[in-house]
């Protein structure tokens, strides 16, 4: 079925065809990236320090924007979408980064993982 649930959280939806990032913009306003629009998405693991709650960033020497999570300086991992023919590219946390890294590596949209 087009569109299902697959994942949920506090920071995101993942469903069949698209991922919802939430407070993407502050307060409330989320984006919606489609899978189609995405050239690939990445992995890595989240260093303690150095890492804001909310805005842009320079992840890997690129621009990077991030939904506002309050708790990502504690969290392991950050995903990072680069979208086909855009320069600034988005990356989140989540709740659960092993459920959601599985979760992307069996349909295969997570093209890269680094440690």
Request: hydrophobic share 40%.
């Given at each position: 079925m087009k569109d299902?649930?697959?994942?949920?959280?506090?920071?995101?939806?993942?469903r069949d065809?698209?991922?919802k990032?939430?407070h993407?913009?502050?307060?409330f306003?989320?984006?919606?990236?489609?899978?189609?629009?995405?050239?690939k998405i990445?992995?890595?693991?989240?260093?303690?320090?150095?890492?804001?709650?909310y805005?842009?960033?320079?992840?890997?020497?690129?621009?990077t924007?991030?939904?506002?999570?309050?708790?990502?300086?504690?969290r392991?991992?950050?995903?990072?979408?680069?979208?086909t023919?855009?320069r600034?590219?988005?990356a989140?946390?989540?709740?659960?980064?092993e459920?959601?890294?599985?979760l992307?590596?069996?349909k295969?949209?997570?093209l890269?993982?680094?440690?």
């Amino acid at each position: 079925m087009k569109d299902e649930l697959i994942y949920k959280d506090n920071l995101i939806e993942i469903r069949d065809d698209s991922i919802k990032l939430k407070h993407y913009y502050l307060p409330f306003i989320s984006k919606k990236i489609l899978f189609s629009s995405i050239e690939k998405i990445e992995t890595k693991d989240l260093p303690f320090m150095g890492w804001q709650f909310y805005g842009i960033g320079v992840i890997e020497r690129n621009l990077t924007w991030l939904p506002f999570d309050p708790f990502r300086p504690v969290r392991d991992r950050i995903f990072v979408i680069t979208i086909t023919e855009k320069r600034l590219r988005s990356a989140f946390t989540v709740e659960n980064s092993e459920q959601v890294e599985k979760l992307l590596i069996e349909k295969e949209w997570l093209l890269k993982i680094f440690s």
